[in-house]
């Protein structure tokens, strides 16, 4: 959507998401989770790798054997303290291409025996859906709506243990390459390495450490925060690392919805990679990219513009930059690019750029040294009256240098005077 900006600076407004809407079943149900707070149930920041079931699992393993082994979680904890505010790690969202991974065809998470296992432990059914906040008749079509996704970063969230036959929460780190379940918005809701229900990361209490064991690579700040999507998701994008490949995966199709395990995954090109932009003036901008990784054959490219639906234009394989034009001026526009395949399949966006097209004649900035329009006309220098001019009305003054009619003349004591006659003697 473009963004029009008067002749002063920009400025952005940021949105912090704090608190995860839950899916549209949960929301209907009215309930909100009411399990022990994470900050207090727990005496630190649990490290959880993908294989570790963790402290009180809700019920077995419900994850498919990993695609690539992690790295193993065998170093101590770090002693340097974890962010307490989730904002201290990098945030990122849910719709990010590439946040999560899978393998084509196979679902990292048996959905349908995560929901036959809560079934039979109905203590632990009634606290999984306590933590999520629904009624447990709900969770089935809920894990149902979810989507079985790979992490490909460490992953700070909070989650839930058994304890008691009540949902306990405590703030946890998941491994990257941890099996999980997603919601529509990007969030992961479901650990399935012990069917543990899962929240948005919270604020931490106090001077709070490291649990756990640590896994190679491991760093306080490099675990991410998922937010949520903008809007709901209808397919995700997904690296299949086994096979350095891009797919795209409907939502919630897993579990009832795969037959023989088999899923609707479809490989797609790599997104372009590099996407730079720059305005070119007050109605052009102009876009350059490198082109995608991986071995699919491209043939084309698709410039999408924020805030419409279809591409602004459609480019030849070996494109490499773009023209736009007919945009306001001082506006601000955000834009993509993805490749295309032979077969008509379109890759995830690239990174997105935002320009701001220079300003026109009628957005142009003020320039400060030059006279405003609403400061009052100073006189004009050439009004002013010459003094050696004699003004209207104003009665001639006599020349002093000049003789006045009527004046008798004067000698002029500085001049000589010729002598004077001698008198003449009449005889």
Known sequence: MARTHAAHPVHKATAFVTLAVMVSAAACSGGTPQAESATEASPGLVLLSVADPGHDPFTDSTAAAPARLPAPA????????????PSGHRSVKGSDAGLYGGTRGADSCDTEKQIRLLKGNKEAEHAFAEAVGMGAPLLPAYLRSLTSVVLRK???VTGYGLVDDKASSFPAVLQSGTAV???DRGVPRVRCAGGNPLTPAEPLKGAVRHTGRAWQGYGPKRAVVVGLASRPLTEVFLVDEGKNTWIVRPVGKNGVGNKAGKNKDKVIPAPPTGLEGQATGSSTVELTWGPPKGDVEIAGYQIFQEGKAKPVQELTPDSREARISNLKAGTEYGFTVRAVDEAGNTSAPSNEVEVL???GVETSQPDPSQQQSDQPDQPDQTDQPDPNQQQPGQSDQPDPNQQQPGQSDQPDPNQQQPPPEPPQNNQ
């Open 74 to 85: 065998d170093s101590p904890a770090p002693a340097e303290r974890p962010p307490a505010k």
């Open 154 to 156: 460490d992953t700070r």
């Open 181 to 183: 379940l997603i919601d």
């Open 357 to 359: 097209t220079n300003y």
